[in-house]
């Protein structure tokens, strides 16, 4: 099975947005928005997605990526 990857940290270098910057601008915690830029975490709330977007002015498609399981037959 493939997975999802979150390219946060790309789109936040295109925006030219710091960690801290977009934490506040999202209303979560520099902790769990680092966790979520270097996918340290199983699962992003919709809300929590839609925040990430508006902030960067991007899509959710921009962000994540799906990566297939290359070990699969």
Same mark, same amino acid.
Request: hydrophobic share 35%.
């Given at each position: 099975m493939g997975k999802i990857v979150l390219r946060l940290d790309r789109m936040m270098?295109?925006?030219k947005m !710091?960690? /801290?910057e977009l934490a506040e +601008?999202?209303?979560i915690s520099n902790v769990n928005l680092s966790k979520? +830029? /270097?996918n +340290?975490? =199983?699962a992003v709330r919709? !809300? =929590?997605l839609a925040a990430i977007c508006e902030a960067l002015d991007c899509e959710a498609g921009d962000i994540l990526e799906y990566q297939k399981d290359t070990s699969e037959k």
């Open positions: 270098v295109e925006r !710091s960690l /801290n +601008k999202v209303g979520i +830029k /270097n +340290k975490v =199983t919709f !809300s =929590t």
